[in-house]
């Protein structure tokens, strides 16, 4: 069977969606070579109205990036997509931000993975703003895709129920597949990837406590909340800094950064390979995730593989999740998570044997997630759907 595994542009630079598609290829190729022959699809970026480069931190030069995604995402990956469909027995689009290309599936069986509902907010809850309205007439296209789509695989539990409660596709088209640990988010050291990590952030040492957030500068990620925990943590701990990947803060987090004066005790890290970023994970005290929405949380099961404690957003789907292995509070609450940091940070200290307990629980927790089971339940998906 000839399934195309569509991914996201390089060039949009989304790690998690890179990420899946590259572990669940790497697994069908690995584990299913004798009964799927798995090809990646990912055209050429067409620059139109930027160079080169990835897009500026500049509100123009981003404006303009913006217009060339729209421009290959609706365009250009629907033309590519045509021309070759006919090659394949099945389409797995493995975004649901690009659900939209299910419309061009022919007569193709395509599924879709579907990792939050961020890019149907606009249709669930319109604001009524200009820019909401472009916001909701690319959301109805991706939405059609979706619709349209044989089956739709949810991450998790909780993504899946969203979909059922705005009643964006029926039960019977929507199933559960959680994603996997790449092996090398783990707490044994790697000496290179150790090195590499230890060339961006400096020697690791016993008097600084790294608290770590990896993920995007999106409003739904609260960086202003994880800032401000920062800063309530650095009060009473002024061996703290704070590691974040991936890529710069906004021009409004780093302003807020300045202002609760802890911009000087901030890293911050670009894109990294995961290797190295298992490494930044073992260098850490202690992990954040100040979300207010979530689908999955990758985050959360790499840093518990990697022996590093976490505490998140109580999101149904990172309870989901991190299970018992996982500390959880409310969005936002900021005193709340800086007393819960403090804690972990005095039990860290002051007992040990506690401390590596925790830790090893959250490796044993993260060990029930496997890419290779991913890839086999969507090879499952693959033969169900081929059969029709």
Not at 38 to 54: E, I, N, Q
Not at 257 to 269: F, H, M, Q, S, Y
Not at 323 to 330: D, I, N, Q, R, T
């Amino acid at each position: 069977m000839r399934v195309a595994v569509v991914a996201d542009f390089a060039e949009e630079r989304w790690p998690s969606m890179d990420l899946v598609a590259d572990a669940l290829l790497d697994r069908l190729r690995a584990e299913h070579a004798n009964e799927i022959d798995a090809v990646l699809v990912r055209p050429p970026f067409k620059r139109r109205l930027t160079g080169t480069a990835s897009a500026a931190n500049s509100r123009s030069s981003k404006a303009r990036f913006n217009a060339d995604r729209l421009l290959n995402r609706f365009i250009d990956y629907p033309r590519r997509l045509k021309r070759i469909r006919d090659e394949f027995d099945v389409l797995h689009i493995v975004d649901h931000s690009y659900a939209h290309l299910a419309s061009h599936a022919g007569a193709r069986p395509a599924i879709v993975t579907c990792h939050d509902l961020d890019a149907f907010r606009p249709i669930i809850a319109p604001s009524g703003t200009v820019r909401a309205r472009l916001l909701e007439i690319m959301a109805a296209r991706q939405l059609r895709g979706l619709q349209g789509a044989a089956l739709v695989a949810c991450d998790s539990d909780a993504t899946r129920n969203e979909l059922l409660r705005h009643r964006l596709v029926g039960p019977d088209r929507v199933v559960t597949i959680p994603n996997g640990v790449t092996p090398v988010f783990r707490a044994q050291p790697d000496p290179q990837a150790d090195h590499e990590a230890e060339s961006m952030l400096g020697p690791r040492r016993a008097d600084t406590l790294e608290i770590l957030h990896v993920g995007s500068t999106v409003a739904r990620k609260r960086i202003d909340v994880l800032l401000r925990v920062f800063a309530g943590i650095r009060e009473s701990c002024q061996a703290a800094r704070l590691v974040r990947v991936s890529g710069p803060f906004t021009i409004d987090q780093a302003k807020l950064a300045r202002e609760l004066e802890i911009d000087g005790a901030t890293a911050v890290l670009p894109f990294v390979e995961p290797a190295v970023l298992a490494a930044i994970y073992r260098r850490a005290a202690l992990v954040l995730i100040t979300s207010e929405h979530e689908g999955f949380g990758l985050p959360l099961i790499e840093a518990m593989a990697c022996g590093v404690p976490v505490i998140a957003s109580d999101l149904a789907a990172l309870r989901e999740v991190g299970g018992a292995a996982a500390e959880f509070l409310a969005v936002g609450d900021a005193p709340a998570w800086i007393a819960a940091a403090l804690r972990l940070i005095d039990e860290r200290a002051n007992d040990p044997a506690r401390f590596r307990a925790r830790c090893s629980d959250g490796i044993g927790h993260a060990a029930k997630y496997s890419w290779s089971d991913y890839a086999r339940r969507y090879v499952e998906l693959y033969r169900r759907v081929a059969a029709t």
